[in-house]
């Protein structure tokens, strides 16, 4: 694709990254198929490629962009099925990122939604902050009825993004032996000691499903590592980077950098929310300094999986999440490890369409968001699995409330297989769930 940017524009390192990214564009619509909101829409303005050229519209004009841009912009999902795609090698990333910070930083957003962005930045980014919001939400719950009605999406979308919908799955029972803010930071180096990783904490997983980090722990132990959980650290600025608050991920990434650095010598910084491993792999792009991060199941399946099996019966449906296939292009080690551990898999049809997570879209596009879970549901429903694993807990929210099934983090599963507990979302006391442990 031709660009325009003058001198002074190419001066900035962020605009002469995006025209290299534009450049690359060669028009070809690959990338249509498999975007999820031109699947939905079929408006090329909701493709990657009619992205492309809006965002290079409004980069070289610069100011304020036409709202048709930002609406265009906004329905993006930032799953980065295009990259996966791209036969060029379109940095597709770096392009939507650029235009959310150029939309945040020149665009005067009616006033409700600038309010709605901001609290979502500032409570979603804060567990302790998520914990009082969630609190709040069971409180008005009963009023989503009401809210739908009188069109106030976004609320009546949290009220429904709620964990108790999904208590037998993500967010479900056990809590009682789950790793809090009180529990130890440092889990000591196995007998046969492998090495010492950082285990991310994460902002919304430890308070939506905080079986997931015990779970890692112990897998982690398993496996001969010792396992830190690093003070001063916080949240990785995914969701401000979605939401094109981009100084604030980068002073994020920045006050993590430092918690990390004070850590000491580790092998890897583990993460078990998909989502948070896509920004911390980006942080060299971000704030100019890589870090060896490793998604838990990227990092199982380097080291290998505890040798303790239980012999188990249970068909597992993986659905992959968009920031581990796309994102990282981490495809083929989840459903590996599950079958290795034992496991009935089961791939989704349609697996590269994300389920309309993606951060905090299901609230700020509320009605795509359901339209793209409903589909992925139905996929995972035909698998005729048991039980569905996602390594992403924003996943796991989202298609909780859709499924007749549990859902699980594939980590609390590879735990169960080689001597970790049950899963909590397993021990439905209905009895749904027929695995033989
Ligand atoms: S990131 Fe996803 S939604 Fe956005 S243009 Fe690419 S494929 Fe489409
Ligand atoms: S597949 Fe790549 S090169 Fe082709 S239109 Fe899409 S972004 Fe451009």
Same mark, same amino acid.
């Given at each position: 694709m031709r660009t325009a940017f003058t001198a002074e524009q190419l001066a900035d390192p962020q605009t002469a990254a995006s025209q290299a990214a534009i450049r690359k564009?060669?028009? $070809?619509?690959?990338c249509t198929a498999t975007c999820p909101t031109y699947v939905l829409l079929g408006d090329e303005r909701d493709s990657p490629r009619g992205r492309i050229e809006l965002i290079r519209e409004m980069l070289e004009t610069g100011g304020p962009p036409p709202t048709s841009t930002v609406t265009h912009v906004d329905r993006c999902?930032? $799953?980065?099925a295009c990259t996966t795609t791209c036969p060029s090698g379109v940095d597709y990333a770096q392009l939507i990122d650029h235009a959310r910070e150029h939309i945040e930083a020149h665009y005067n957003r009616p006033w409700p939604e600038k309010l709605l962005r901001a609290g979502l930045a500032w409570v979603l980014t804060r567990p302790a902050r998520l914990r009082v919001a969630l609190f709040l939400g069971h409180l008005v719950r009963p009023m989503e009825p009401l809210f739908t009605r009188l069109g106030l999406k976004p609320l009546a979308a949290m009220l429904r993004l709620l964990p108790s919908p999904f208590r037998r799955g993500a967010g479900g029972g056990g809590a009682s032996s789950e790793l809090t803010t009180s529990t130890p930071t440092r889990y000591p180096l196995p007998a046969r000691g492998r090495g010492r990783v950082i285990l991310l904490q994460g902002c919304v997983e430890p308070v939506m499903a905080p079986q997931v980090r015990a779970a890692a722990v112990r897998l982690l132990s398993r496996a001969g590592f010792e396992v830190v959980l690093a003070s001063g650290e916080g949240c990785c600025g995914a969701l401000s980077e979605h939401l094109g608050r981009a100084e604030e991920a980068r002073a994020m990434a920045r006050a993590n950098l430092a918690a990390w650095g004070r850590a000491?010598?580790?092998t890897a910084i583990v993460t078990t929310a998909a989502g948070c491993g896509t920004m911390l792999k980006s942080y060299g792009r971000v704030v100019g300094e890589a870090v060896p991060a490793k998604d838990i199941l990227e990092f199982i399946d380097e080291v290998?999986?505890?040798?303790e099996r239980r012999a188990l019966s249970l068909t597992v449906a993986y659905h992959a999440a968009c920031s581990l296939q796309?994102?990282?292009?981490?495809?083929?080690a989840p459903p590996r490890l599950l079958a290795e551990a034992g496991f009935d898999v089961r791939l989704v049809a349609e697996g590269h369409l994300c389920c309309g997570s993606a951060g905090a879209y299901n609230i700020l596009q509320s009605d795509l968001a359901t339209r793209l879970r409903d589909r992925k549901a139905a996929n995972i429903a035909a698998t005729g699995a048991a039980v569905v694993a996602a390594g992403n807990v924003g996943c796991m929210a989202q298609l909780a409330p859709a499924l007749a099934m549990p859902v699980v983090h594939p980590v609390e599963l590879l735990d169960w297989a080689t001597g970790g507990p049950k899963p909590a979302a397993l021990v439905a006391p209905e009895g749904v769930i027929q695995a033989r442990a």
């Open positions: 564009c060669v028009h $070809c619509g690959f999902l930032s $799953c980065l000491g010598k580790i290998g999986l505890p040798a796309h994102g990282q292009q981490i495809k083929a």
